[in-house]
């Protein structure tokens, strides 16, 4: 571990109806003196009620993708000031699934999160390779100019968190090996502008792999998918990251 703050984040990606906010309580409950920061990221339809059922626990809440502008005629888009205005403390952003989807590039990623930092959020800036670019021994030119890219110049650890997500460990079961973290991580460290932002790794994160994953020196937490989905998976990878 590092001196960067502990960070356990769950995506729930477009998952989640007003009947799954028990999980969140469930959550809530089951950590009430957390020994690290615990957060969820509904869709945007649940923030709100999430916001309010969460409401004096130990998890925040969160956005999965803000606009950079604060209004205007963007239909289906949410800004950053939205979210916190629906009780958002932080928003993920540049997630490799916006980055293909809606083919979103690191510099609109900046801006996303300038706009994140002007509305009080602190932005989880997701970077990663595809398995081709790994294959090809691209992973740290990728990685690191992702970083370079998509980084506001205002950030700092207080408004700033990275997420290492390989893209080809989203969701498939499929992990790098601790040394290709480890790898990654170090070069992450030694390349961010302040040197307590905290670092977490996704991709396929479960409550049997966890401990091992947080073990690693520059591992600060991880983005959680699928396992943050309910409640006993994702409160057995936050029990391992209090833990290590
Ligand atoms: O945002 C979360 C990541 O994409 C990881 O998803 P996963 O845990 O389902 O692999």
Known sequence: MSHACKLATGNWKM?????????ARALAAGFPDAKCGILLCPPATLVCAMADALSGSAVMVGG???????TGAHTGDISAQMLADAGARQVILGHSERRAD???????????????????????????????????????????SQ???????????????????????????????LEQITEVHDALRANLPDQAISLLYGGSVKPGNAAEIFAIANVDGALVGGASLKAVDFGAIIAALEAA
């Open 15 to 23: 998952n989640g109806l007003r009947a799954d906010l028990d999980e």
């Open 64 to 70: 999965q993708d803000c606009h950079a502008q604060t």
């Open 102 to 144: 809606h083919a979103e590039t690191s510099a609109q990623v900046a801006a996303k999160a300038a706009a994140a930092h002007a509305a009080g959020l602190v932005a989880i800036i997701c970077i990663g390779e595809t398995e081709s670019q790994r294959d090809a021994g691209q992973t740290l030119d990728v990685v690191l």
């Open 147 to 177: 970083l370079a890219q998509s980084l506001p110049d205002e950030a700092t650890s207080a408004n700033t968190v990275i997420a290492y997500e390989p893209v080809w460990a989203i969701g498939t079961g499929r992990t790098p090996t």
